[in-house]
């Protein structure tokens, strides 16, 4: 049984909006009056949640509301969420940073936190002495540090510069430095908040993998920010989505994942379109888009990974000069373009009402939730309507026979090649 690591009980956190002036004061000794006789804080009660994009009308907002959740030892918890979720707040509560207003975090260990390029570093000194600096912010021995200091800076790849002071680094070899004291700490937990996204491509290469070996051999918590969901499904076997400081889902890393990019309850695998102004003009009207079984019939809105179905096309060409076709392009969640399907040169559209079909194989795409986009194109390389996630549809697990592998293989194709032995 693992040992729990860390623990959030009812944190909030709440901040006072505008500058701070006129009215501070007077609240700061109203909070102490009655904390003096034993009151509830008087603020507590007011103020409003965290949306960035809406002006609100009192003073006090919540940056963070009731957080609760606990983290095992060895877990690779990922924490995703739009800008202003109430991410960086949260780190910086659990890093000790700043104070929660409400609520209790219960800790096993040490933690070496990386919440922005540069935390700790003093720009005048150099890159050793910030060395030896940062790891005593973070709790290391100079024993420790002169131990492990040639790899950290090799890990760094900044050994050239090492005595040069850091105000003449660049943001990309600040985090480097600062990443690798705070990856070698011995430190039980280890928080990093979306800074890899400053180094380049090798560097998030060499954090993830470090990282990955943080808790896989050596079974150390990591909480990790990052808006790469990429790095986020490779490395985290847990995810947290927050939404304007509240938690919204608290699980497995792939329905994370699910629940970030949209409202999962929102499938739909048809759109009727054509009273829609942009769909129908004087060239073409797009009536209507499904996903459909092999009978051509609705479905529910899940297909099995055993079950063929097809994507039904009702369009009517009104340009009788021109040539149209249509090509569908297949994302899974995460943005990533798996492949285009084209009527392009197989299937010509005529003048008038077309019904097109496309026929999808059964066990071509793997158990997943993707996305469909459109584009229409006029003879051959204009396009003249490009709409996004059109359709949205999930692909669910078959019932397995005794025997069968029951998990699902990585990746989101399916391979059917041919095998033969020799």
Known sequence: MNMLSLKAENISKQYRLGQVGTGTLSHDLNR?????????????????????????????????????????????????????????????????????????IYTNGRIASLLEVGTGFHPEMTGRENVFLNGAILGMTRKEIKRKFDEIVDFSGVARYIDTPVKRYSSGMYVRLAFAVAAHLESEILIVDEVLAVGDAEFQKKC??????????????????????????????QGIVMSNGNIIYNGTTD???????????????????????????????????????????????????????????????????????????????????????????????????????????????????????????????ESVLYEEDILKFRITERSKELGEWLGVEPGFIKTNFEWQLL
């Not at 809406?54 to 095992?72: A, H, M, P």
């Not at 993830?208 to 150390?220: H, Y």
């Not at 790469?228 to 985290?236: E, P």
């Open 32 to 104: 102490f009056w009655h904390k003096v006789r034993g009151k509830e804080d008087p603020y507590l009660k007011i103020g409003e949640t965290n949306d960035r994009t809406t002006k609100g009308d009192s003073e006090y907002v919540w940056s963070l509301r009731d957080i609760n959740f606990e983290i095992q030892q060895g877990d690779a918890v990922g924490i995703i969420g739009r800008n202003g979720a109430g991410k960086s707040t949260l780190l910086k509560v659990l890093s000790k940073v700043t104070k929660p207003t409400t609520g209790k």
């Open 208 to 237: 993830l993998a470090k990282m990955s070996d943080v808790t896989k051999d050596q079974g150390r918590t990591i909480l990790f920010v990052s808006h790469n969901m990429t790095a986020i499904k490779s490395l985290c076997n």
């Open 255 to 381: 329905r994370a994942l699910s629940v970030y990019n949209g409202d999962k309850q929102s499938f739909g695998n048809s759109v009727i379109l054509g009273d829609h102004k942009d769909f129908k003009n004087n060239l073409f009207e797009l009536n209507s888009i499904s996903l459909v079984d092999e009978n051509l019939q609705s479905n529910e809105i899940d297909f099995r990974e055993d079950q063929k179905f097809n994507l039904l096309t009702d369009i009517t060409i009104k340009d009788n000069i021109n040539e149209y076709h249509l090509s569908y392009i297949v994302k899974n969640f995460n943005n990533d373009i798996l492949f285009t399907m084209s009527n392009g040169y197989k299937v010509k559209l005529q003048n008038g009402n077309n019904k097109l079909v496309c026929d999808i194989p059964k066990d071509f795409l793997n158990v997943g939730e993707y996305v469909i986009s459109l584009y229409i194109i006029r003879n051959v390389h």
